[in-house]
């Protein structure tokens, strides 16, 4: 049973998005039935791996169609499911289903319900295939499958222009990101004549030709289009944006984690390259600038969703930095971070999604005061917004510190510091978000707004206490996850020996069977009661001086500017309505910064052909810098 | 075909299409029966049967096309040909064996077209999702077309 759960995983997913599309339109009951069974179930297939493999240190192989290896030369196609895979697959599948309990609701008056559900399915059940498979054309396979779904998907609300405009910049981007991946496996197929993954490394194993090369380059600009890294990155505020809130989750969640995991089993697994420095340089370089960007453009953005695509992009950066620094450390930050990443971008687009459901906007500056009438989705905001900011006790911090830590340790002490910049200006665009959605005065068409119903808030506190549980208990989730996965990405050796068999593995390998095992302490960095304690004063304080009328406005004094917009913001005057709008909090800082942002407006110009120039440079880049610079 | 009802655009290409659309639909169905046995296979085939919705267009216009085609049958017979393929494949693990395993396999004598287990229905379902999607593809883009012209 235990060698056949990796296919019912997948397939289960597949299943249900056929039976959907046999289920009429109107039957809404027995669609939902059927979305949730499926899903579920892949979950549970998913969980029923967990003992096997993190627990007793297994890998799960599977032959499709019993087609096994003949001397030594891997013919069918076969599953592999290591520690790194079911790391991915665990919280994938989990987002998978708690995306799908959202759905329900927040689609209920949408038209085209059976098709939203069917691609849902395929774009769930083609991640799952992605992570799961251990064979290289199957890659492709199930990342075009996810890139027409989630086109589709972008597309949905077809009623709205730019919907369909974003469907259009993501198929186009998408598709040269696939492109690019099909050629580099061509290219492999034709040097070692198979496409099965762990032959491929056992094949690679210090033996690079330019061939290869070439291939690896345009491997890893595959998938960093897949990914959103920064040049590649233009498509992803739009289809962020477009998307139902419940798809834009599944974006950031599992899209953007298949495309991380891509990268990993490549540079790591496939290609064992990640011990040379030429490498681990590019993703860290490639990292810091994802993140410094998406930030920046985060804190110029006036709607909600935008604005989080953007944020997406940047933490996406931490997690390229932290698989890029390749030591212990930072491959456990950056697995980390990849998941807390999925919780608390999840959590934070289910938020938005909340606040569409309720005022049918999400545009910032329209918004505010929702604090009021929907207290429990303003509740689980701020946690959201907390991890994301890297603030304790939440998961953010603990992997953030880690990335922090790690950078340091590698002698990157710049990275370090633009990190720490962006985790500060991170929480300034959140401040700005808060500010402008859920507190300040409640316009008048929102008066009545109402929370959502149940079957929203389930998932948002679901992963709301996933959020604060994995930032209080890190060492068990690093123990428990994290480590075994971080494990799994240094041990190509240990891949290659399971699938193709002790005797194909000693052919490329030496030291067979002892390989390092992490030895990773968690170095005193965290310690959840003095950081409460710190955080109960700090509350207890802010309380004193509010009490005491700190914040009383009529303490401080300001002039009585001609143009209201660049005052500075205080809360309560109750003369006139003075919501500060999602563009004008941080305006001096936009000022100060405007050659750059203006740069930035100009590049981010909309116009799909500067994408796909900016997708074809970025190639032309690394394939430079991957000739040059890597031996 | 004699029905008054159907109206006929040009003669020559009426003719084309009533003498080539049954050995389009013989061949493609030929293909995937014997896909097992010979070069070809469900795909092949099924892109061929659908090749005849092109040529039902081409001679009697997008109404007919539609009308004998029902594209949201179509669109059904899709879901069920990849159904049918799962059950095909799941049945590997059923009996003992791996997922896409081929079972039955010793029933028949080889090269017979009932002979070689569970691969020829697989290789059924695949030939009728294509034949199904493709044509269903074709209809949805020759609507296009006929919005435009009206």
């Known amino acids: 049973m235990t060698q056949h759960l990796p296919i019912l995983a997948i397939i ?5 998005a056929f039976i959907v599309a046999l289920i009429k339109e109107k039957n809404e009951v027995l669609r939902n039935t059927v979305v949730l069974i499926a899903t579920f179930m892949s979950f549970i297939f998913t969980l029923m791996m967990y003992k096997p493999i ?3 240190g297994n890998i799960i192989t599977y032959w499709m169609g019993n087609w096994e290896p003949v001397q030594n030369w ?5 599953l592999e499911v290591d520690q790194l895979s079911l790391f991915f697959g665990l919280f994938i599948s989990l987002s998978i289903v708690l995306s799908a309990l959202y759905s329900f609701k927040y689609i209920e008056k949408e038209t085209g319900k059976d098709k939203y559900y069917v691609l849902f399915l395929m774009m769930s059940a083609s991640v799952m295939g992605f992570i799961f498979t251990g064979d290289l054309f199957n890659m492709y396979v199930m990342i075009e499958i996810m890139t027409f779904a989630s086109v589709a998907l972008t597309a949905f609300r077809n009623n709205k222009p730019e919907a369909v405009e974003a469907g259009f910049k993501y198929i186009a981007i998408g598709s040269i990101g696939s492109s690019l991946i099909l050629l580099a496996t061509v290219i492999i197929y034709a040097q070692f004549h198979t496409l099965n993954l762990a032959q491929i490394a056992g094949e690679l194993h210090n033996n690079y030709t330019i061939t290869t090369l070439f291939a690896l380059a345009l491997m890893v600009v595959g998938y960093a289009v897949k990914v959103f890294a920064v040049p590649t990155h233009f498509v992803a505020p739009d289809a962020y944006m477009t998307a139902p809130s419940s798809i834009s989750m599944l974006f950031s969640g599992i899209v953007n984690k298949a495309a991380v995991y891509g ?5 790591y697994v496939v290609y064992q390259s990640m011990n040379l420095p030429s490498v681990q340089f590019m993703l860290i370089f490639w990292g810091t600038v994802t993140m410094f960007i998406g930030v920046t453009m985060a804190l ?7 604005l989080l695509a953007f944020h997406s992009i940047s933490q996406i950066g931490y997690v390229i930095t932290g698989i890029g620094l390749a030591t212990a450390l930072g491959i456990t930050g950056g697995l980390y ?5 999925t919780l608390f971008k999840g959590l934070l687009f289910l938020c938005a999604g909340a606040v569409y459901y309720a005022t049918g906007t999400t545009d910032l500056d329209k918004l505010g005061g929702l604090a009021k009438r929907m207290p429990q989705t303003a509740l689980i905001f701020i946690i959201g917004a907390f991890s994301i900011s890297g603030i304790p ?6 992997s953030k510190w880690i990335i922090y830590q790690a950078s340091y340790e590698a002698g990157y002490a710049p990275v370090t510091i633009i990190a720490l910049i962006v985790s500060v200006m991170t929480l300034a665009s959140f401040i700005k978000v808060a500010q402008s959605a859920f507190f300040g005065q409640l316009p008048k068409e929102f008066k009545n707004v109402e929370e959502v119903p149940l079957s929203m808030r389930v998932p948002m506190w679901i992963m709301a206490i996933l959020c604060i549980v994995g930032g209080i208990f890190p060492s068990s989730f690093t123990k428990y996850l994290i480590t075994p996965a971080a494990n799994a990405v240094m041990n190509s050796a240990k891949y290659v020996e399971v699938m193709m068999g002790p005797e194909f593995a000693s052919k490329f390998y030496n030291n067979l069977g002892n390989a390092p095992v992490i030895d990773y302490k968690l170095a005193g960095y965290w310690q959840p009661i003095a950081w409460l304690i710190l955080f109960g004063i700090l509350l207890l304080a802010f309380t004193l001086v509010a009490l005491l009328g700190g914040f009383n406005p009529k303490h401080f004094s300001y002039s009585d500017e001609e143009d209201a917009k660049y005052d500075v913001f205080y809360s309560g005057e109750s003369a006139e309505f003075s919501h500060v709008g999602g563009s004008d909090l941080f305006w001096g800082l936009k000022y100060q910064f405007r050659h750059y942002f203006d740069l930035m407006h100009k590049i981010h110009n909309g116009v799909v052909n500067d994408y796909a120039l900016s997708v074809v440079l970025t190639a032309a880049v690394v394939l430079l810098y991957v000739f040059t610079f890597v031996r | 075909m004699s029905n008054k009802n159907v109206k006929v655009k040009e003669y020559i290409i009426k003719s084309a299409a009533d003498f080539f659309a049954p050995i389009g639909l013989i061949l493609g169905i030929y293909i995937i029966l014997h896909g097992h046995l010979s070069p070809g296979g469900g795909f092949q085939g099924g892109v061929i049967v659908a090749s005849a919705a092109v040529l039902i267009y081409l001679g009697y216009g997008y109404e007919t096309a539609t009308n004998t085609l029902k594209p949201n049958l179509l669109k059904k017979s899709e879901a069920i040909g990849a159904l049918m393929y799962s059950f095909f494949a799941l049945l590997g693990i059923f009996y003992a064996a791996n997922f896409c395993r081929n079972v039955f396999y010793n029933v028949g004598n080889p090269g017979d077209l009932f002979s070689s287990g569970t691969i020829f229905l697989m290789n059924f379902a695949v ?3 294509v034949l199904t999607g493709v044509g269903f593809l074709i209809l949805l883009m020759f609507g296009l077309l006929a919005n435009k012209e009206a």
């Open chain 1, 74 to 78: 891997a013919i069918g196609i076969g």
């Open chain 1, 393 to 398: 006790p939440f998961n953010g911090f603990v």
């Open chain 1, 337 to 341: 971070h990849a998941l807390n990443h």
């Open chain 1, 263 to 267: 990268i990993l089993r490549v540079l």
């Open chain 1, 12 to 16: 289960t997913l597949f299943i249900g």
């Open chain 2, 127 to 129: 030939g009728y999702k």
């Open chain 1, 300 to 306: 110029a953005q006036h709607d909600f969703k935008r």
């Open chain 1, 54 to 56: 993190i627990g007793e």
